[in-house]
């Protein structure tokens, strides 16, 4: 709260307390945010793990494809995490693996959001028979499971890190379609959406800054929860040798290979499997802060509205 000075002319010169600008409502959020402990620490967590694959070629001390000629050596000074069977340095790889991985989650997730929102807007918002279509469409993608969805599509379009992502984000999009969908519908009976009808403004306008922002919340909470589960579905798919070929790297390939030599080198498993749960573990804790974070916003702004 702040104070101007107004002239009285009778007493005189007084300080009349005058309300503070409010907050913008993402510092309310992030404050909000910032209070839980266990989703900030998975931030931190991703944040820095991200960094370490941006600044892979940087840090890592050998090429992705660079061999040694050590082979199944253990941790030293020059290996760091050792080298796997073909003399390959695990710590550079690892880098490199993290990289790749979160690049095709994320992208993956991105397409998923972008065809979900654009195919839930038109169900929700036109109705009738569109909605009917697109509805039984999605029914059908998600009467397969997710993973075996990607396969189907990657075995179609070819191996390769970039069939992976397209093949993801198919498996993705009808969960998003759905959200935005059952969101639209509620959003749309609302009465500053049924004024801004009156008033003669045009669907896309409406979309756009009525029915948009009231829809954001929950999309952004199940982007984070779909990265972490996109990050699994990645590794599964690297491991039967759909996405990632050699000599690039990814999470999955690198269980992959490790995978032959785990009763005697188990660090080959063990190294990039601890990265990729704590990955997901970290997006599934931030997106459970985040939707904290905003239900909290949404139950202060209800108490305000009854009072």
């Known amino acids: 709260?702040?104070?101007?000075?107004?002239?009285?002319?009778?007493?005189?010169?007084?300080?009349?307390?005058?309300?503070?600008?409010?907050?913008?409502?993402?510092?309310?959020?992030?404050?909000?945010?910032?209070?839980?402990?266990?989703?900030?620490?998975?931030?931190?967590?991703?944040?820095?793990?991200?960094?370490?694959?941006?600044?892979a070629p940087f840090l890592a001390p050998h090429g992705i494809d660079e061999m040694t000629s050590e082979f199944m050596a253990t941790f030293s000074k020059q290996h760091w995490l050792g080298t796997d069977n073909t003399g390959f340095d695990l710590y550079s790889r690892l880098l490199f693996g993290i990289r790749t991985s979160l690049l095709a989650s994320l992208v993956a997730v991105?397409?998923?959001?972008?065809?979900?929102?654009?195919?839930?807007?038109?169900?929700?918002?036109?109705?009738?028979?569109?909605?009917t279509v697109l509805m039984r469409c999605t029914d059908a993608i998600m009467a397969l499971p997710g993973l075996l969805m990607a396969m189907a599509v990657v075995g179609i379009l070819g191996h390769g890190v970039f069939n992976a992502m397209i093949g993801l984000s198919v498996a993705f999009m009808p969960g998003f379609a759905r959200l935005v969908?059952?969101?639209?519908?509620?959003?749309?009976?609302?009465?500053?959406?049924?004024?801004?009808?009156?008033?003669?403004?045009r669907s896309p306008r409406i979309i756009r800054t009525h029915i948009l922002p009231n829809i954001a919340s929950p999309l952004i909470v199940q982007a984070f929860v779909s990265v972490g589960?996109?990050?699994?579905?990645?590794?599964?798919?690297?491991?039967?040798?759909?996405?990632?070929?050699?000599?690039?790297?990814?999470?999955?390939?690198?269980?992959?290979?490790?995978?032959?030599?785990?009763?005697?080198?188990p660090r080959l498993v063990l190294v990039p499997g601890i990265v990729i749960v704590l990955l997901s573990l970290s997006f599934n804790a931030v997106a459970d802060g985040i939707r904290d974070a905003l239900a909290n916003k949404e139950r202060v702004a209800d108490v305000g509205a009854q009072a």
Do not use: C, H
């Not at 509620?186 to 049924?194: C, G, I, Q, T, Y």
């Not at 599964?236 to 759909?242: C, D, N, P």
């Open 110 to 131: 991105a397409l998923a959001l972008t065809g979900g929102v654009l195919l839930g807007l038109v169900s929700g918002y036109v109705g009738g028979w569109v909605d």
């Open 229 to 265: 589960f996109a990050l699994l579905a990645e590794g599964a798919l690297a491991y039967i040798g759909l996405s990632v070929q050699p000599p690039d790297a990814s999470l999955g390939s690198l269980l992959q290979q490790g995978f032959t030599f785990i009763n005697n080198t």
């Open 181 to 201: 969908r059952g969101q639209v519908l509620a959003v749309k009976e609302e009465s500053f959406v049924e004024a801004a009808k009156v008033i003669g403004a």
């Open 1 to 55: 709260m702040t104070t101007f000075e107004t002239i009285d002319p009778e007493l005189g010169p007084t300080q009349v307390p005058t309300l503070a600008p409010p907050r913008p409502a993402w510092r309310n959020t992030w404050r909000r945010f910032r209070r839980q402990k266990i989703a900030m620490l998975a931030a931190i967590v991703i944040v820095v793990i991200t960094l370490a694959g941006l600044l």
